[in-house]
């Protein structure tokens, strides 16, 4: 009995020595979207009257349409660029047409410009964000890194009805 005793004492004697410590952990993850796409300025034919004929908004124009893709250095970008043949008038009765042709290019160098732009044959193709050629000369805040899309083209004003005349154009941008 006082075997038990005085090991039941040792027991709860080495028990009250024991220090329980807790440890907490301040968890934060950021997530950032893998990609993002904005608008930076609208393609703008301007104001056309009957009859004008073509009006071009040539690469590197000040009318061009520009959009900016922001995405992780390594990912390959698959764009293309989906444009109707005509512009139709907004009133089905009405059978004029306006012809446009839209062409895109791409900027991917780190200071984007529509002069080192390269013009994508039948409107789509698999741009890599980042130059390969650069890749080892990649430095850790330059992991998020941006591509231009161009887009310009020409449109023929014959003589047509007044009116508004519609169409639309995709701009599809998929990444791996």
Same mark, same amino acid.
Request: hydrophobic share 45%.
């Given at each position: 009995m006082t075997k038990r005793i005085l090991i039941l004492l040792i027991v709860i004697i080495s028990s009250s020595r024991i220090v !329980?410590?807790? %440890?907490?952990?301040?968890?934060?993850?950021?997530?950032?979207?893998?990609?993002?796409a904005s608008v930076e300025q609208n393609l703008d034919?301007?104001?056309?009257?009957?009859g004008t004929g073509q009006s071009f908004v040539n690469l590197g124009d000040v009318n061009m349409g520009i959009f900016n893709i922001r995405a992780y250095y390594t990912q390959n970008i698959f764009v293309t660029?989906?444009?109707?043949?005509? !512009?139709?008038? %907004?009133?089905?009765?009405i059978t004029d047409e306006i012809p446009i042709s839209l062409s895109i290019a791409y900027d991917n160098s780190n200071l984007p410009s529509a002069g080192n732009a390269i013009i994508l044959s039948n409107n789509e193709g698999l741009v890599a964000l980042y130059p390969q050629s650069e890749i080892n000369n990649i430095q850790n805040n330059q992991v998020w890194?941006?591509?231009?899309?161009?887009?310009?083209?020409?449109?023929?004003?014959?003589?047509?009805?007044?009116?508004?005349?519609?169409g639309q154009v995709v701009l599809n941008v998929d990444y791996d």
């Open positions: !329980l410590v807790a %440890q907490f952990l301040n968890l934060q993850i950021r997530v950032e979207p893998e990609l993002s034919f301007g104001d056309l009257i009957t660029l989906e444009a109707p043949s005509a !512009l139709i008038h %907004q009133n089905p009765a890194q941006n591509l231009e899309l161009y887009v310009f083209g020409f449109i023929e004003v014959g003589y047509i009805s007044d009116g508004n005349y519609i």
